[in-house]
């Protein structure tokens, strides 16, 4: 299912659609898990969010998709400037599975997108349907698979056709690389530049794995409660803010 994110008015962008995020705040317990966060994120982008563990990405994420009090902005438009309230997808992080549950991944699918009980026999129509999702991300052959047996690239493939069901105009996944294996990375990535390029949707993303930024992400948000730094790949991994993180060198003259 796809959840909306309560949106703001204001003004934006005139000539494409976007995502607007405006001095967001977060707080709990008087202290601030995100303070003034402002994001500008286009369709057709990747936008990767990095930081530190409890650096707020999850919270940035949670705030967007509606499930958590905020203050400051979130707002989407169309182009032309025509504010609509957007389908979001939502990939979560590291959901498990027992691997010994009979649960088909159609059982799941269908359960989740038509709401029908695992314990019935599921109609040829809605199987068609699944089937159809499946396979915008190449996982067709998933479909009679049980859930717990999967591997933890096809299940971030299964869970990615959901969330893309229905279309949504933005699409956010939390931490994707996560038990996924080096050759299930690039796979899922390469899958992302293919959705983005299909379907003109925006990708916001969270990840810890700053090899593959500068081949597929667009933008780069460094996040820190606060954005410290915002740029391409090559501008942010070679930023002092990036250094001063992580302790890491990117970029020319790193070793």
């Not at 990747?46 to 563990?53: L, Q, T």
């Not at 949707?201 to 969270?206: D, G, K, P, T």
Request: hydrophobic share 40%.
């Amino acid at each position: 299912m796809s959840p909306h994110p309560t949106l703001h008015g204001g003004s934006g962008c005139h000539d494409a659609c976007c995502l607007q995020v405006r001095g967001l705040t977060v707080t709990a317990e008087d202290a601030d898990l995100l303070k003034d966060v402002d994001l500008h994120i286009h369709c057709g982008q990747i936008v990767a969010v990095i930081g530190p563990n409890g650096a707020g990405k999850s919270t940035l994420f949670r705030a967007i998709l509606g499930q958590l009090p905020y203050s400051g902005e979130i707002r989407f438009e169309r182009a032309g400037g025509r504010r609509t309230r957007p389908l979001v997808g939502y990939v979560p992080q590291s959901p498990a599975f027992d691997s010994g549950d009979p649960v088909s991944v159609l059982d799941l699918f269908a359960s989740a997108i038509g709401r029908w009980p695992v314990f019935l026999p599921i109609p040829s129509s809605l199987r068609q349907r699944v089937s159809a999702c499946l396979d915008r991300v190449h996982a067709g052959e998933l479909i009679d698979k049980r859930v717990g047996a999967l591997s933890g690239g096809e299940l971030q493939r299964v869970l990615l056709a959901m969330a893309l069901e229905p279309l949504p105009h933005i699409l956010i996944l939390d931490e994707p690389m996560s038990g996924v294996d080096i050759e299930g990375e690039h796979q899922l990535m390469d899958m992302l530049h293919e959705i983005r390029s299909t379907y003109d949707l925006s990708i916001l993303l969270s990840t810890h794995d700053f090899a593959t930024l500068e081949q597929y992400a667009d933008k780069v948000v460094l996040l820190r409660q606060s954005v410290l730094k915002v740029g391409t790949p090559r501008e942010v991994l070679a930023s002092p803010e990036f250094q001063s993180v992580f302790h890491l060198t990117f970029g020319k003259g790193a070793e």
